[in-house]
């Protein structure tokens, strides 16, 4: 069998964590480590593996012999992680893929960009993803979709046909985006909201709230 390609995971929180499931489990990649940034070092191992500031883990897994994956979600409306994404590339590292294998993609994938498609995604005939696009699990891609640089898409989100999703852009879980739309650049698109017409960039769509009933659930008459 042949030797799995050794792989540092940027990040030592929960992301990181699923990164490394993902990665371990169901991707050519071996994972030796974690690192950080030195002001976000906690504990020295995580998952039995090292967790080393950033200038150590570079002297100790040199960028020539080893790929990285940053695993940081969508802080700062993924700036934070298209800045480390930039940073460990500009110090020679290749940014590692994950797709997993239990995802359905018919659709572009730009190599070795860090993006991380899980589980039950379909990216359907003629729909693309740029650069470090995270599609946490069972989002649907529609045809001739785009996904531009840098979004994150939470789960069993639905992407119609031909939608463009710009650039930084997060959409919550169980949102919907109608056919033939532009989401703009760095929008917040949230959790159950459904978009039908175009949108500006930097916007924010917070979805309609729910109220509890006045009835407790024991004296509920049908269940
Ligand atoms: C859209 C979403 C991101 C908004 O997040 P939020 O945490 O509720 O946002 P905030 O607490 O900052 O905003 C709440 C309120 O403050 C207001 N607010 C926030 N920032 C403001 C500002 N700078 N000035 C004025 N008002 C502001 C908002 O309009 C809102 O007002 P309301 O309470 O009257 O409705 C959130 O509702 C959502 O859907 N998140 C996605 C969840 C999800 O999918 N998680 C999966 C992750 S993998």
């Not at 070092?41 to 990285?68: D, F, I, K």
Request: net charge negative; glycine share 10%; proline share 5%.
């Amino acid at each position: 069998m042949a030797a799995r390609m050794p792989l540092v995971v940027f990040g030592a929180g929960q992301i990181a964590e699923v990164a490394w499931h993902c990665f371990e489990h169901d991707s050519p990649y071996e994972v030796v480590g974690f690192t950080v940034d030195p002001e976000y070092l906690g504990q020295p191992t995580l998952l039995g593996l090292p967790v080393l500031p950033y200038a150590e883990a570079c002297a100790r897994w040199p960028a020539g012999e080893h790929a990285m994956f940053v695993a940081i979600a969508y802080g700062r409306l993924n700036q934070a992680r298209a800045g480390t994404v930039a940073r460990v590339q500009a110090d020679g590292y290749r940014c590692a893929n994950y797709v997993s294998s239990k995802a359905l993609v018919a659709g572009e994938i730009v190599p070795d960009s860090n993006t991380f498609v899980m589980e039950l995604n379909n990216l359907q005939p003629f729909s693309r993803l740029g650069r470090n696009v995270w599609l946490w699990a069972g989002n649907h891609v529609g045809h001739h979709s785009v996904i531009e640089d840098d979004c994150f898409l939470a789960s069993h989100v639905v992407v119609s046909g031909s939608v463009t999703v710009g650039t930084a852009s997060f959409i919550g879980v169980n949102a919907t985006i109608r056919d033939n739309v532009r989401i703009g650049a760095r929008n917040v698109i949230g959790a159950g909201v459904v978009i039908l017409a175009d949108t500006q960039d930097a916007q924010v769509y917070i979805g309609p709230r729910t109220e509890a009933s006045r009835v407790p659930s024991h004296r509920l008459r049908g269940i």
